[in-house]
């Protein structure tokens, strides 16, 4: 009775075109994607809705995966606080998982992270990433203490890494949300 087939997608309420359904600028984008990722991975199947977009920002998400400053379980770090902080069911419970498998992250301490609970780390890197995008949800001023121990730890270009992946996930996470993407969502196999 109050179900209306028009608000389930393929993936949340997105309905995803299958490729080789896709107009020509969709398509090329699609690919461009699976080239640089190697996949088209969760928002990125949304993305698609605009190609011009996504073939602008796929480098970005790109570069964490191959070129970034931050170690894998850095990253991960970073990458939970945010999408806990903006409730993204779906990128927080593949990430969850992600940080555990491959970033080699404790369970409980990336559970701890996703709840939005406090946690530490023994590795000072990890420890400090985890203090300053902790801050940073929290929109807190990073006090000159923070900022100080994080230049002398991961340097300019850490603290770039760290900032320009938290917009990533912020992007990501918001779009997930704007579909409502579930925590079970797989979309299309394409």
Do not use: C
């Not at 309905?15 to 090329?28: C, F, G, K, L, N």
């Not at 990458?79 to 998982?97: C, F, L």
Request: no cysteine; hydrophobic share 40%; net charge negative.
């Amino acid at each position: 009775m109050f179900e209306d087939p028009e608000d389930f997608g393929t993936f949340g309420r997105y309905v995803e075109t299958p490729v080789d359904a896709m107009p020509p600028e969709m398509r090329s984008a699609y690919e461009y994607t699976r080239r640089l990722r190697g996949l088209v991975p969760g928002p990125h199947k949304i993305w698609l809705a605009n190609p011009r977009l996504l073939t602008a920002i796929v480098p970005t998400g790109a570069y964490f995966q191959t070129d970034s400053s931050l170690s894998k379980a850095e990253i991960e770090i970073v990458t939970n606080v945010v999408t806990g902080h903006w409730r993204s069911a779906y990128a927080a419970y593949e990430h969850e998982k992600i940080g555990v498998a491959l970033g080699g992250l404790d369970p409980t301490k990336v559970a701890a992270i996703v709840a939005g609970r406090p946690t530490s780390f023994d590795d000072l890197r990890q420890q400090l990433v985890y203090e300053l995008a902790s801050s940073l949800v929290g929109r807190r001023v990073i006090p000159v203490g923070l900022y100080l121990r994080a230049k002398e730890t991961i340097g300019d270009a850490g603290i770039v890494d760290v900032t320009v992946l938290m917009g990533w996930f912020t992007g990501v996470s918001l779009t997930l949300a704007a579909f409502d993407v579930p925590s079970n969502a797989v979309g299309l196999d394409q």
